[in-house]
């Protein structure tokens, strides 16, 4: 009997034991919640408590560089949003027949949602007010006061529609950047988003007297463009008509550039889109076949419509390039510009047992200066030009020109150089180089390079936003502008500039000549790819030779029409 008392005992005292450790861990857990997690739980409730519909920011404007033409803005529209369950049932019907007359919308989606069990709904986005005006007049008349939301909300647009339409760029339906300046500048542009607030129990109603709390939005910084509006629209003009009265199968582009600010005062890209509809193809043949194609098809031709070849696609310069191989003799005492007999034409050159033609082999150019040379677009002089200066020196004027990396211009998608290696290049190859062919650049590459040698040897990044405008304080910031190495000297950048206004004085580039104004140019022509029976023509100018203000390039991929792709004798 004893035994047993002494067991029960024991058990008891085991059992409130227990009881006394749960008791401790209990208290525990109180006090950690309270206190530990005590902060970050009242903000869990408040957040399950509040329901928040978004106000969006507008962007920034974007601006020519005059600052008179805006070029994207954002206008004000509204959004309407639903709160499924502060809609009596008896209304749910007549409700989601109004929204789905009034925004032409299907009825049976609409009905959905608004008899969804949730905190809210969206009904349409981005509405001109003029319809939102119309919802407002059927609420008062239907004595409708809760459950639905008409907001503030931006909406962009585009004024002059395609005109730099691969530069700008456009926004999704949130108001993000996609492509082009919106896209590289987002983060400036976007601005903060504002928000509505209130505090709803469980099933969505109102609790508390604070009503709804207004968070204002802050709107984008603007941006100030290096494009020249008036430019612009010459240049997007000219280019069509070139591309079209030349049969150019793969379109075309032109940069203007500004050699002593790296100042983009043009790049156009044909054919272009319409910012305000991107999603519509403009090539004429795929608008036909288009509701045929695959999503993946679709996506490929949208890319391939919005892409900015001045700066993505690369292609062989041809003897345009002949610029940088005369820049290099020049500046290495190689040849001097005017010195009569110091090159002979026989109509072909052999290199390394592999003989390289003259364009004009039939009829050899004989005896030339190095002028005449660049004026006669002789490919054999060049050719001996480059094998004097030797590969590891004439690549590192490839690479102070540029051509090894991006030339870092704000934009997305920009391509670079495509070289052989400097130690695979051999004499063939460095012969092929010499006169442009064999490799491949970007044209912003290019009119960068010709750039250099019309600001006096000296490399200046490309530049296409001059300044931001702060949304708030109005306070403009600009964009410095970035000089790189000097490439080569003054004295050599001037014999350049002087030979080539001799081409358009009196060599292959006559087709350029404007009286009264002093030119310089130089012709190229250069296959697009290996066996492709396509061709690239292209032509580069600047203007005044003896004080640049302006580089140009057009680009014109694959002309096929009457005077085929020599460039120069379609201008």
């Excluded at 008899?115 to 119309?134: C, F, Q, W």
């Excluded at 600010?261 to 272009?272: E, F, H, Q, S």
């Excluded at 290996?530 to 023509?537: E, G, H, I, L, W």
């Amino acid at each position: 009997m004893v035994t047993m008392k002494i067991s029960g005992k024991k058990k008891m005292r085991n059992a409130l034991f227990i009881v006394i450790i749960v008791f401790v861990l209990l208290i525990g857990r109180i006090g950690y919640i309270q206190f530990v997690d005590g902060a970050f739980l009242l903000a869990k409730v408040s957040d399950q408590q509040r329901l928040s519909r978004s106000i969006s920011a507008k962007r920034g404007t974007i601006y020519d560089n005059s600052k008179e033409y805006a070029l994207a803005i954002s206008a004000n529209v509204e959004s309407v949003t639903i709160n499924p369950t502060q809609i009596q049932n008896n209304d749910k019907e007549k409700v989601a027949r109004a929204m789905s007359e009034i925004f032409e919308l299907d009825y049976e989606e609409v009905l959905k949602k608004v008899k969804k069990r949730s905190s809210i709904e969206t009904i349409k986005r981005k509405v001109e007010k003029e319809e939102t005006d119309k919802l407002r007049i059927w609420m008062e008349e239907n004595n409708i006061e809760t459950g639905i939301n008409i907001d503030e909300d931006t909406k962009r647009y585009y004024p002059y529609g395609d005109l730099a339409s691969q530069i700008i760029g456009f926004c999704g339906s949130d108001n993000q950047g996609l492509d082009g300046i919106e896209a590289k500048f987002d983060d400036i542009l976007k601005g903060t988003n504002g928000r509505i607030e209130r505090q709803t129990d469980a099933k969505g109603q109102e609790i508390g007297t604070e009503g709804e709390q207004y968070v204002a939005a802050v709107d984008g910084d603007s941006i100030v463009l290096s494009i020249d509006m008036t430019i612009q629209s010459i240049v997007e003009k000219h280019l069509e008509e070139a591309c079209i009265d030349n049969e150019c199968t793969d379109g075309g582009s032109i940069i203007i550039m500004n050699p002593k600010t790296g100042d983009i005062l043009a790049m156009a890209t044909y054919p272009g889109y319409d910012l305000n509809d991107p999603y519509t193809i403009n090539i004429e043949e795929l608008k036909n076949t288009w509701d045929t194609l695959s999503k993946e098809d679709k996506n490929k031709n949208l890319q391939a419509m919005w892409r900015n070849k001045a700066i993505s696609d690369t292609y062989e310069p041809g003897s345009v390039f002949k610029l940088i191989t005369a820049s290099a003799a020049l500046e290495e005492g190689i040849a001097d510009t005017d010195t009569e007999g110091q090159f002979n034409c026989s109509g072909a050159i052999e290199i390394a047992g592999t003989r390289i033609r003259c364009w004009r082999y039939y009829r050899p150019h004989g005896s030339q200066s190095l002028r005449k040379a660049l004026m006669n677009s002789c490919n054999p002089v060049f050719i001996g030009l480059g094998q004097k200066i030797g590969v590891e020196k004439y690549y590192d004027y490839l690479e102070k020109f540029g051509f090894f990396k991006k030339t870092g211009i704000s934009l997305p998608g920009e391509g670079k150089g495509i070289f052989v290696k400097e130690e695979k290049c051999g004499p063939v190859e460095l012969a092929t180089i010499s006169f442009g062919q064999r490799f491949e650049i970007t044209p912003l590459q290019m009119a960068t390079a010709i750039s250099t040698i019309a600001n006096g040897g000296k490399y200046v990044t490309p530049r296409i936003v001059k300044a931001t405008i702060d949304s708030i304080s109005g306070e403009e910031k600009e964009i410095a502008v970035q000089y790189g190495d000097q490439v080569i000297s003054k004295e050599s950048a001037d014999k350049v500039l002087s030979m080539m206004e001799s081409v358009v004085s009196e060599g292959t580039g006559k087709n350029a000549r404007v009286a009264g104004y002093r030119i310089g140019g130089k012709t190229g022509t250069s296959e697009d790819g290996v066996n492709t029976n396509k061709y690239v023509a292209s032509f580069c100018a600047v203007t005044p030779i003896n004080e640049p203000e302006l580089v140009m390039l057009i680009t014109l991929y694959n002309p096929t029409g009457e005077g085929g792709h020599h460039l120069c004798a379609s201008l």
